[in-house]
């Protein structure tokens, strides 16, 4: 079972997603059924940020002075599963997602979704830094993509 703490620091999500936790939460529970990890606790933490604060943490902890969509912050390299784990963290910028700001509600948790996913598959140890990587991390979003529209629409 998937158990994920959601944070905010920043108002305007609250324009958007009306209840973030329930949002969050009801994504993980249209999870593929091995991202479910049935009879395992497995927690992660989310941020739910702007580009302000993501742009300190990207500088601070990946050297890079600029705001970013997305970090997702592993806490192991090669996560293995086990009856107790914690994943890690996933920060999201509001600015990022809410571009353009004429986009409706349903097209802004259509991103959010989207990069929610992305970050995710961090977490579990997927990266996109070669080509051959990226096609496999790729194939997995799209893997939980589809399970989770298929649920929720």
Known sequence: MINIDVFSEEKAWSKKLKNKELFFKNICKAFPKKYKFSNKKVTFSLLLSNNKNIQKLNKSFRKKNKSTDILSFPFNKKNK????????DIIISYNYINKPRSQNVSSFKEKTLKIFIHGFVHLLGFDHKRNKDYYKMLKEENFIYKSVKSKTD
Not at 81 to 88: A, F, P
């Open 81 to 88: 599963i086990s009856k107790n784990t914690y994943l890690g």
